[in-house]
């Protein structure tokens, strides 16, 4: 269904890098702001897509495989695929069969976990989807369905090289590959794990996987694991497998500064307004080109590089807009609250991620930047969206917000927690028009199934 709408014109600040926009960005849409809105930007998707997909294909043969965690609408899944994500990374049945929904073939994703359904791995051996093998039971397990169904299945085997978290340069929560972690072979059973999986017939074993983790900011430790891969391939190799020739490195990378969202105004000075953290410093974040240049010289000719982006394809597409419901202060804390919460920003209350927040409409003049706590009214301690943000003061109840860099695990970890409905999620598809990608929820939808 196409609810494709006019956008009224007249709003006075706008993203740098939305420019094409000038003339109205959220005008409309700010009128409703009784509704948390979750909106993307499709030029974004445009832009950021083309150059993941440019830093992929940097590598030769490179397969550009995005991972639908991120962000599991629909519609957003299929502007990823059209700007040239041909392959993609699920980590259930239900991302499996969403994916070939929007038109990915079997043959085309890959169904990762570490701990998976015995209909999911049906499922995935019955379509020829391929399957990342996590475990010695996930093996066994994986034996089992191919003979029952006997039909032959292609998989990568992902491997935990044992980082400690200094080494993966990354929150804890957010380290995929260290020695506790819950994911991957610890290469000191990889073996044993082989020999159960040789012992089929109908397993081919195409590769390895290693995921870092996210918020990588290093590439040199791409670096290490591409060396950690070539030893697991040639092991692979070693027991039979002589055509394994996948790399499949996960994705991770940080996304880029959060500079390029200060707006701009002609009767305020961007610095003092807002944006930004007050105790921050810029940062220079690694590109996928960088990430390409750190292994290419390790890679043997016959490897194809598999990479797999999230959020760094769609984070900075996405915004969540919000209103202010009012502002209090508590021995000399400054906290705005806002409709919007950790039920749909959660990622700041799981990991300390920091989204820049601005006003949708900047003050006609100078006015002084307080620094604030921009909280929500969900019954938590940890719900808030910004510590220590700079926001120009006062903002009247009512005052529209924006919330940044939120096209990724935000929708697809939104809740209903303390029965608060999901928030529409709109898709600004061209200069002056827009699209509702995602309905509002109602009090009956949250109580349907009960």
């Not at 994916?99 to 359904?117: F, R, S």
């Not at 508590?330 to 300390?352: K, Q, S, W």
Request: aromatic share 6%.
């Amino acid at each position: 269904m196409n609810n494709s709408r006019p956008i009224l014109k007249g709003l006075s600040c706008f993203p740098k890098t939305l420019e094409i926009f000038k003339d109205f960005v959220f005008a409309e849409l700010s009128r409703v702001i009784k509704h948390i809105l979750l909106t993307f930007l499709k030029v974004k998707h445009h832009k950021t897509v083309k150059r993941v997909r440019n830093l992929s294909e940097s590598a030769e043969k490179g397969i550009l495989s995005y991972a639908i965690k991120a962000n599991s609408n629909p519609s957003i899944i299929k502007i990823v695929r059209e700007y040239g994500a041909t392959m993609v990374t699920t980590v259930s049945g239900n991302e499996v069969l969403l994916a070939m929904k929007v038109g990915y073939q079997p043959e085309n994703i890959l169904l990762n976990g570490n701990g998976k359904h015995r209909w999911e791995v049906e499922l995935a051996v019955r379509h020829g989807v391929m399957l990342n093998v996590d475990s010695l039971f996930d093996a066994e397990q994986l034996v089992e369905v191919v003979e029952k169904y006997k039909k032959s299945v292609r998989v990568l085997l992902r491997v935990n090289p044992s980082l400690d978290i200094q080494d993966a340069q990354t929150h804890p929560h957010l380290a995929t590959a260290l020695k506790d972690s819950k994911f991957g072979i610890e290469l000191q059973q990889l073996d044993q794990v082989l020999t159960v999986l040789w012992s089929s017939g109908r397993i081919q074993a195409e590769g390895v996987h290693i995921h870092v983790g996210s918020a990588i900011t290093q590439v040199s430790i791409y670096g290490q694991m591409a060396k950690v891969a070539i030893e697991v391939i040639n092991k692979i190799k070693n027991k039979g497998w002589l055509k394994a020739y996948i790399m499949n490195l996960g994705g991770g990378l940080a996304v880029e500064n959060e500079e390029e969202f200060l707006p701009t105004h002609s009767n305020a000075d961007k610095n003092q307004c807002f944006s930004t953290r007050n105790d921050s410093t810029s940062s220079s974040y690694p590109t996928a080109q960088q990430l390409v240049d750190e292994i290419r010289e390790q890679l043997p000719e016959y490897i194809t590089l598999i990479l797999e982006p999230g959020r760094s394809l769609v984070a900075s597409a996405g915004v969540v807009l919000t209103s202010v419901l009012g502002v209090k202060t508590n021995c000399g804390n400054t906290f705005v609250v806002v409709d919007a919460a950790m039920t749909e920003v959660i990622r700041p209350a799981l990991y300390n991620a920091v989204h820049p927040v601005f006003p949708v409409m900047l003050p006609q003049s100078q006015t002084e930047s307080v620094s604030v706590d921009v909280v929500g009214p969900v019954c938590e301690g940890g719900d808030f969206l910004a510590r220590r943000q700079l926001l120009p003061m006062p903002l009247p109840k009512g005052s529209g917000l924006v919330v940044c860099k939120t096209g990724a695990y935000c929708a697809a970890m939104a809740s209903n927690y303390n029965m608060r409905p999901l928030a529409p999620e709109i898709l600004i598809t061209s200069q002056d028009s827009y699209q509702i990608i995602r309905s509002p929820q109602t009090l009956q939808h949250l109580l349907r199934g009960y």
